[in-house]
């Protein structure tokens, strides 16, 4: 009989020790690794915090969900903002050439983010498209790129990579849909509020 409860006693422990090790509460001071590493994909971004015009707010949840697609279909893929997100064969066909990292092979999506946020590679516009005078994190200078309809070079500083993306897109939306509630271009406080 001691026997039997000693043995039981041993195997209900290693029950215990196993179900403890599973949910990660464990053994105390040993934290769960995954808290600290954990990259989140904002809800709300306040972008331009530093502009005079005010800073912008920006809602990246009804960007990346719903049907804010310029079809207004569905939602607008990742890689339309996150453009280095993707590998560097893609990008030649849309005539872009900086993939991050830039041996990547993986196209940034919802799933692929859910599944490994570090191994998604998400980098902040700000580390490339630094503001005017400054330089950037990720690279040597801020991005350049030759002018649409002349051979000026534009400089892609925060203000011309966002405006591009944000402003243009809405633009693109407004020719559709005029009711539409996207800040174009020159609405400028559409998008720039001063705080308080
Ligand atoms: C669609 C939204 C939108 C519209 C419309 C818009 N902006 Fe911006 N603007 C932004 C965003 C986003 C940034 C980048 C902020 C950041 O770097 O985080 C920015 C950056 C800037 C900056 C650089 C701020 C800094 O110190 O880094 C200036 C200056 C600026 N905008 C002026 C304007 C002016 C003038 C207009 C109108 C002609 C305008 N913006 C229209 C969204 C907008
Ligand atoms: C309409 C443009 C847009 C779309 C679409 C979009 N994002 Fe973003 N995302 C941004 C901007 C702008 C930021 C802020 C970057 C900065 O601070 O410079 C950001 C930030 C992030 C960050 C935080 C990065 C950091 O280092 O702070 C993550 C993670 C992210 N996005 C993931 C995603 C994923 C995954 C998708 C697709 C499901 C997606 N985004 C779709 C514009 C977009
Ligand atoms: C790792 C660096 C890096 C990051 C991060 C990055 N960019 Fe860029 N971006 C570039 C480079 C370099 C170019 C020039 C084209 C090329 O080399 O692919 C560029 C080009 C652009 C252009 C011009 C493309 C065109 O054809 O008009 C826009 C707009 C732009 N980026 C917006 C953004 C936005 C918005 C974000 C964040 C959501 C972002 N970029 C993140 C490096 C970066
Ligand atoms: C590929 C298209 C696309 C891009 C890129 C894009 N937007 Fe939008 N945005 C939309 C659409 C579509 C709407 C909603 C229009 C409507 O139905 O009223 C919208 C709406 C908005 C609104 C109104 C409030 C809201 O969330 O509905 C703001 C502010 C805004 N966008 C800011 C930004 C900023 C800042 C960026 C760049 C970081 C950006 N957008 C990039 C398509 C885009």
Redesign the pocket.
Known sequence: MKRFVAMTTVFLLLVFAIAEYRTGSGLPGIEPVLAQDEIKMPETII???????GQ?K?NHVSHNGGTYSIAGTGPIACIECHHTAQPASELAKLGLKTAWPADRTTTLTLELFNKDPKAAGVAA??SCHA?AGTVPKLMDKIPEMKHESSTAIISL???QA??RN??GC?TEVAKQNKAQK???????T???KRAG
Not at 47 to 53: F, R, T
Not at 182 to 188: E, K, L, S, W
């Open positions: 972008l331009g915090k530093d502009s005079k015009l912008v920006f516009c700000r503001p500083t925060n203000q966002m405006h944000c402003a809405h996207g800040p174009t271009t020159m609405q400028c559409a998008c720039h």
